[in-house]
């Protein structure tokens, strides 16, 4: 990420410098957010935030040291936008709650329109579309009159924003999806859980996998239980694996139960503290597709 983000920011700009001064309409534009220091935007995600302000902090740097040659501003979404990584992270059905990347285009089109002066500022897609003139958002959006995600750092009051982001995970994917019957989460719901599990695994599943899970429970029923993709037909139990875990999960029974019953999109509870990640995260990823193949059953 810092490679990508900020690395990557500052030294493209480095290297375009000397032929962007050449130019009468010269810009830069960063796709990073406005600088907010609230903690909470730092908690679970800190090398992330600390790679999209590094690009931010581009914009600060550049805008006045090139003021009046090139113009750098950088723009940040009001809502999710649907790309290829939030159907990775967010799963099926996410897109329903994001915009198209048709806004972000416009907004930088309405930017590149501005003279060099227009420089060092942090601008929301939707604010300056409005300001364009646009009063209907709703053609951007995948699913017209559907509740959005709201993106991170703008929220005035981040905690409302982070359990607006869980309950949209959760409560969609309930009215979208078929009814299904209650897991009860109580004595005996994770044991279950992992028994249905362990009946849906194959070497094939194993095969595509190759890792092992351990999850760290609290709450009735919690305690230690593991997942093992990595020996031959795959197994389940309680306590540790016999080899290292590649990932390990924290949280609570009751939201372990919710996450496997597709209750609760993994993403979700991942952005709003629910879940907690140590380890290989593209392996943690993997483990949302097989939980999609058991919803289901459970």
């Known amino acids: 990420m810092m490679n990508v983000n900020t690395r990557g920011t500052y030294l493209t700009s480095k290297a375009c410098i000397p032929y962007l001064k050449k130019s009468k309409i010269a810009h830069i534009l960063n796709l990073s957010p406005p600088l907010n220091l609230n903690p909470v935007w730092f908690k679970q995600h800190c090398a992330y935030t600390i790679a999209k302000y590094g690009m931010s902090m581009c914009v600060l740097g550049m805008a006045e040291e090139f003021k009046g040659e090139i113009a750098v501003n950088a723009l940040w979404p009001k809502t999710a936008i ?18 198209k990347v048709d806004i972000i285009a416009d907004a930088a089109y309405s930017i590149f329109k501005k003279p060099k002066s227009f420089t060092g500022n942090f601008i929301i897609d939707e604010n300056i579309l409005k300001e364009e003139g646009i009063k209907n958002f709703d053609i951007y959006a995948v699913k017209p009159g559907h509740p959005l995600i709201p993106d991170f750092f703008l929220d005035e009051q981040p905690d409302i924003i982070t359990k607006k982001v869980e309950a ?126 058991m919803n289901a059953r459970l």
Not at 82 to 99: F, I, K, N, P, W
Not at 256 to 271: D, E, H, I, Q
């Open 168 to 293: 949209l995970g959760a409560t969609l994917q309930l009215k979208e999806e078929r009814p299904k019957p209650q897991t009860k989460p109580c004595s005996g719901a994770v044991e279950e859980t992992f028994r249905i599990v362990k009946d849906s695994l194959s070497d094939d599943v194993v095969k595509a996998t190759q890792a092992i899970y351990l999850f760290e429970l609290s709450g009735e029923d919690g305690g230690t239980w593991f997942l093992d993709l990595k020996s031959k037909g795959g197994n389940v139990g309680y306590g540790e694996p016999s080899d290292q875990a590649d990932v390990v999960m924290s949280m609570s029974t009751d939201d372990f139960v919710k996450m496997f019953s597709g209750k609760l999109k993994p993403t979700m509870a991942f952005m709003s503290g629910k879940l907690k990640i140590k380890g290989n995260m593209a392996l943690a990823i993997k483990l949302e597709k097989l939980m999609n193949q």
């Open 82 to 99: 649907h790309t290829a990584a939030m159907d990775m992270l967010g799963g099926s059905g996410v897109e329903s709650q994001c915009r």
